[in-house]
């Protein structure tokens, strides 16, 4: 099922999120649709907070990315209750996006390596070291369960410019595909 996401503007993205245990309701379904509508929105990251629900849970989906990097083709990870230990190695400006934000892309510093620990989908508790683009698509989602969003990282004079777009989607006026909710 292809839920609904949250924008920007949603009181939800900026709430504190809460551990989750293996007796989350329909925690297999709930999973099943984020990646459903993830792969709908074309995103590669989707968190909790950004379908409404204020719990630590993302997944991530590098799949479409395996035209150019072949080691991307399934690649599809769930996170739950994730805790990163430790950012480590050189800070890296790329562009980022988010589903919640969209028509907006910005140039965020991030460190290239993550050590993380989480639990799969299956409750296995992992502790991993993740570098590169999934060390990115990673820290964008923990973000929003931590409240923060990638243009809060952004300099005042990009989030200047980018204001006009932000109205837009506050006010409901965004332009995207998939069906978005800002209350
Ligand atoms: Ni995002």
Same mark, same amino acid.
């Given at each position: 099922?292809?839920?609904?996401?949250?924008?920007?503007?949603?009181?939800?993205?900026?709430?504190?999120?809460?551990?989750?245990?293996?007796?989350?309701?329909?925690?297999?379904?709930?999973?099943?649709?984020?990646?459903d509508t993830m792969t709908f929105a074309e995103g590669v990251g989707l968190a909790a907070p950004q379908v409404g629900l204020p719990?630590?849970?993302?997944?991530?989906?590098?799949?479409? &990315?395996?035209?150019?990097?072949?080691?991307?083709?399934?690649?599809?990870?769930?996170?739950?209750?994730?805790?990163?230990?430790?950012?480590?190695?050189?800070?890296?400006?790329?562009?980022?996006?988010? &589903?919640?934000?969209?028509?907006?892309?910005? $140039?965020?510093?991030?460190?290239? $390596?993550?050590?993380?620990? +989480?639990?799969?989908?299956?409750?296995?508790?992992?502790?991993?070291?993740?570098?590169? +683009?999934?060390?990115?698509?990673?820290?964008?989602?923990?973000?929003?369960?931590?409240?923060?969003?990638?243009?809060? $990282?952004?300099?005042?004079?990009?989030?200047?410019?980018?204001?006009?777009?932000?109205?837009?989607?506050?006010?409901?006026?965004?332009?995207?595909?998939?069906?978005?909710?800002?209350?």
């Amino acid at each position: 099922m292809i839920l609904t996401i949250s924008a920007y503007g949603s009181p939800v993205l900026r709430k504190e999120t809460v551990d989750i245990d293996k007796e989350y309701p329909q925690l297999q379904e709930l999973i099943k649709n984020m990646f459903d509508t993830m792969t709908f929105a074309e995103g590669v990251g989707l968190a909790a907070p950004q379908v409404g629900l204020p719990i630590r849970l993302f997944v991530i989906d590098l799949s479409p &990315l395996a035209d150019d990097k072949p080691e991307y083709k399934n690649y599809k990870k769930v996170f739950i209750n994730p805790e990163i230990i430790e950012f480590s190695g050189n800070d890296v400006s790329f562009e980022e996006g988010c &589903l919640s934000i969209p028509n907006v892309h910005e $140039k965020v510093v991030r460190k290239d $390596k993550v050590l993380i620990n +989480y639990f799969d989908e299956n409750f296995t508790e992992h502790e991993e070291t993740f570098s590169g +683009y999934p060390a990115r698509v990673i820290q964008h989602e923990y973000d929003h369960l931590e409240g923060n969003l990638f243009i809060d $990282k952004i300099s005042g004079i990009r989030k200047q410019l980018i204001k006009g777009k932000l109205n837009n989607i506050t006010s409901g006026r965004a332009n995207c595909k998939y069906k978005i909710k800002t209350k």
